[in-house]
């Protein structure tokens, strides 16, 4: 099935005010967004529209009962040519609509998803930054939109994508705390799911760890607290001598994109990538033993992000002055030489528009 999508070009672009040397994160938006509607049967009303603000009933569904689920994704200007490469968009739309269907939301066709990022993109191809550790980051989200006072699943919601020119989101390397109180996802819940109420749930105890003077807060499993899980807005990876460990997915943990890219390309690149658990314990101990090399973070909007340390239990365990960066030097610059057209994109990952 095809749909139509309808294109209103804005009057008044902003680009001339968007400076792509100084970027920040999620602050500046570009000229177009994409929207449809879910009328409790069908997708009606595919639209390219000026950015601007959404008309919605006090009663929004989405804001009271939460069916609100969301995206990222990005992409990157050809070094030598600056077109927009979309990074694996479909594995962002079939995680869409995992999301979707654990919220009992209604999915979205694969041709729906990609025609509209696709215009959208072409649109708005100007700003995607062709800068050093520049990208556009893309974010498609569905919400319920019945004005209804209840809790059952909406019958109608809003599909819309829109996009930020965007710099790193972190800066530096993180330092990171083991959450031994607080849980981020319980088996049988949405842990697995991008929906807001987990990125709301996790505030609270990521502004305890920051008031502690952390970065970050790095979940463990839910019933014992032992067990490393990801942190509140990446998966993890940690280096020994001669393998790299990755958690294990589970229904608490979030399939991340860029997770799967790295260990497909650490692999590609010799490495021997092992998904299991993985517990503070081995962290502290292999750390103590001179095994552990290093530990580092990965996500759409983070990338890739070395941890400086971590704290557990009161202690502060330092990671990087001890180890060394090359596997994590070495996957970095592999993803990014296939992000920008540099190296063969030997997985097909890259979707040009
Ligand atoms: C992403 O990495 O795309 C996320 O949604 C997490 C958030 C830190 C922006």
Known sequence: MSFEITIEKTQNSRIGQFDPENIGFGKIFTDHMFLAQWNGSEWTNARIVPYGPLSLSPAT??????????????????KKTGQPLLFRPRENWKRLNRSAERMVMPVVPEDLFMDGLKKLIELDAAWVPQTEGGSLYIRPYMFATDDFIGVKPSETYMFAIFCCPVGPYYTKALKIKVEEEFSRAAPGGVGFTKCAGNYGASMYPTMRAQQEGYDQVLWTDPITHTLVEETGTTNLFAVFHNEVITPKLGNTLLAGITRDSVI??????????????????????????????????????????????FGHASTYYEVLEKGDTQVSDSIKSWLDGIRHGETEDVFGWNEPV
Do not use: C, P
């Open 61 to 78: 569904s989405a804001i009271h009962y939460g069916q609100s689920i969301f995206e990222g994704m990005k992409a990157f200007a050809h």
């Open 264 to 309: 497909q390309g650490l692999r590609e690149l010799g490495h021997s990538v092992i998904e299991r658990e993985l517990s503070v314990a081995e962290l502290k101990d292999r750390l103590a033993a001179g095994e552990l090399k290093e530990i580092f973070i990965t996500g759409t909007a983070a990338t890739l992000i070395r941890i400086q340390g």
